[in-house]
């Protein structure tokens, strides 16, 4: 871990505290050839058990291996030291990452995304078997407050990681941090992410002169694309401020500063009535009890006429974030089943016309970012270091692994105030053409 | 009221207990023509302003008018006597319907569903000032049980009314009494229902010799186009009788009883495992108690590669079902917002693919039937009586500006064991072709 050659390349849009944010256990006197005690070997037999026997080898710091209880094992799991076994044993949620990400937790390359969905889809059995003490042991912490200034910390420690640092594996195309959406499988990224943009605009029904809000609006692409696209004046927001300088520098680049206007400034301080509210990739960050106002300040800002769009990531029933996920990448981060998104449309009796789920498409997508990731990864490793880069290939890994044993979801969710009788009158308008660039 | 006359003309498959079920308020020394008091008017200008102040004039029983506070009047009610009136604001929800099929409240004919749209939308708005009091005074009382007993009777009321009933104002393809599917406005309701069959089918993504299950099958329609255009094998559930001994027969008539199995029992009495699990327009009638137990039905009764299907009147909000629609039409209905919805998804992790909302198509359908229904309301009157057709005009117009006014949606949702990853990649399939048959 050369921690001191990655600072002294840091480029200088990247605030130094985000490197502290990823936590580094002391790594002291860690290193150990000693023979396994017999109860070591018991806490890995029984973690395996509590776990629904995932075929999972380990292979301890002396080189000893524990094989799986039935069948032979498709993955091995290496651990550098026995304090290593004793924390993934007391929380494994949280351990598996930083361990992974400080290199105590090791698994051949490639394998990582097989062995984490593997890992979920034999959890997610187990769990409803599990005794209330282990429940509690083991549980998922609740996200951290959202409330106006800890968002701004919030979003700051992720999305102002720095451009540099994201358009090394995001497409070059509109820089989108959420979920594509692949008409066919063989289409690039860049050709999926401006098919969403395009998806999300058809499902919107924009018509030129329309006026849109954006809440949470990334680089600012899907302004762009609906000012450039659709003929419409955007104003989008996002917390994020070099996101912000990112999208106002590509509007003008691009001559589209005249329909767009980007405001640094936090969601809940949106005004004016609009005929489109789409917010992608937000909701995760918002927190449950910030969605009544959220609620509150779409039935305000939509016109009498006007669709809402909310894209977001879920749950199939309500659930905690990973903790190391909440704790390490995403502060804040609650992913909402639709029955608590409908928190949102009940409060104010919006009528819900369309949902979709896309869970398959954002593996597609992680899957793509994860290949133009361990591509860079030197790059990543000379932005920031070593443990962050095997941080970030544990998020990326754990995420696809996530979407495709199906314990995230991802819901775009179409909804109108109740009494709109504008709202379209089937989806086949969304399908008339291809969403799909030829080329891009 | 010629009572005695539709007696006589009763068909023998109409049992005689129907009848009394639409109550009679007794007719005897209501008709007056004397002056109305003071406090009468008072109790309608505060009756009005309760519901919103719509543009509403009443005609009292000497011929007195009471105009609206606010603007000219569009519609008027006619009450032919005083006692009309205190039921009316005692409780409008159960009495206005009642009024009406009593002839004791008379709107000119046509004005109906758009009277009732107006108030609807009125009341919607109006109803957030109420006091508490008034809320309790007019709320809508809970559904009634809709256990294995109940459910029959409550069944048995509605949908063993007489198939000659029926056919006289549902679509002529295959009798159906669900929401259909306008892929444009001009096509016939004939059109509309087999394309709403379609529409289903390619929802479930049917393919030749796989088998469905189907709660509450109708005059089984769905099961017979299932098994006619795409091959399948059709177990189909329905607890009326005299929809089961139809629905055979046309089975029969079609050579597609080698493919479809018509069972006369209840939907908690599935057995079997099927790849498709498909359920049009009986949710409404389950009950928010029975929600966990249809869960664990779906969940046993599914393949875990199967894809399951409900379609179901909704709300935007949870909200009792209008008092007189549960008391004289649909005993025991209810129909869930999709927050509810989801209890029956959260309760086995079933994850949700695809909803749509379909109100305005309901609608449509609705003013078909009562375009048919009031073309034929003679025979109506005949088989019945005049009670029974105003009864069933109230019923008709009421849902048609329910669904106009958005206080009732259209919901078909599909959704699929949570660790399934044979789900579509997307919802184009669907709209490759037109559903809707060139002639019918």
């Known amino acids: 871990m050369n921690d001191n050659t990655a600072r002294e390349t840091q480029p200088s849009d990247r605030p130094a505290e985000h490197k502290g944010r990823i936590l580094k256990l002391p790594l002291e006197n860690l290193q150990t050839d000693r023979e396994p005690h017999s109860y070591e070997r018991w806490m890995i037999a029984k973690l395996m058990r509590m776990a629904g026997s995932p075929p999972v080898r380990f292979r301890l710091w002396n080189g000893d291996t524990v094989e799986p209880d039935d069948g032979p094992a498709r993955f091995t799991i290496q651990l550098t030291d026995p304090k290593a076994l004793l924390a993934l044993v007391a929380n494994p949620n949280l351990a598996f990452g930083d361990l992974y990400s400080a290199g105590r937790l090791q698994v051949p390359d490639g394998e990582l995304p097989d062995l984490m969905e593997c890992l979920y889809r034999?959890?997610?059995?187990?769990?409803?078997?599990?005794?209330?003490?282990?429940?509690?042991?083991?549980?998922?912490?609740?996200?951290?407050?959202?409330?106006?200034?800890?968002?701004?910390?919030?979003?700051?420690?992720?999305y102002d990681l720095g451009n540099d640092f994201y358009s090394l594996w995001l497409d070059s195309a509109e820089m989108q941090y959420t979920c594509a959406y692949?008409?066919?499988?063989?289409?690039?990224?860049?050709?999926?992410?401006?098919?969403?943009?395009?998806?999300v605009c058809r499902k919107l029904r924009l018509r030129p002169g329309m006026t849109v809000v954006e809440a949470g609006c990334g680089w600012g692409g899907l302004a762009r694309y609906m000012a450039r696209n659709y003929g419409v004046k955007v104003h989008a927001y996002n917390i994020s401020k070099e996101q912000i300088a990112y999208a106002r520098a590509e509007a003008k680049r691009q001559q589209l500063d005249q329909l767009i206007d980007y405001i640094e400034d936090d969601y809940r301080n949106i005004h004016g009535e609009y005929d489109a509210f789409v917010s992608i990739g937000m909701l995760e960050h918002v927190g449950k009890e910030n969605y009544q106002a959220l609620s509150?300040?779409?039935?305000?800002?939509?016109?009498p006429d006007g669709l809402a769009l909310l894209h977001s990531i879920g749950r199939n029933r309500p659930m905690l974030m990973n903790a190391w996920i909440e704790k390490r990448i995403f502060p804040g981060a609650y992913p909402p089943s639709i029955g608590e998104f409908m928190g949102i449309c009940e409060a104010n009796d919006f009528s819900v016309i369309d949902v979709e789920n896309l869970r398959l498409h954002y593996a597609r997508t992680l899957a793509h970012w994860?290949?133009?990731?361990?591509?860079?990864?030197?790059?990543?490793?000379?932005?920031?270091?070593?443990?962050?880069?095997?941080?970030?290939r544990m998020y990326l890994s754990g995420s696809l692994a996530a979407f495709r044993a199906g314990s995230l979801q991802l819901f775009q969710v179409v909804f109108s105030h109740g009494d709109n009788n504008a709202i379209p009158q089937s989806r086949q308008d969304l399908y008339t053409f291809p969403a799909t660039p030829e080329e891009v």
Chains 1, 2 share one sequence.
Do not use: C, M
């Not at 692949?182 to 943009?197: C, F, G, I, W």
């Open 370 to 392: 994860k290949e133009r990731f361990d591509q860079n990864d030197d790059k990543v490793t000379a932005l920031y270091d070593e443990h962050f880069t095997r941080a970030w």
């Open 296 to 303: 509150d300040l779409i039935k305000r800002s939509l016109k």
């Open 182 to 199: 692949y008409e066919s499988p063989d289409v690039t990224l860049e050709q999926a992410q401006l098919a969403k943009l395009e998806h």
């Open 122 to 158: 034999h959890v997610h059995q187990a769990r409803k078997q599990w005794p209330k003490w282990l429940e509690a042991l083991w549980r998922n912490h609740a996200p951290r407050s959202t409330g106006l200034e800890e968002a701004k910390e919030n979003i700051h420690h992720h």
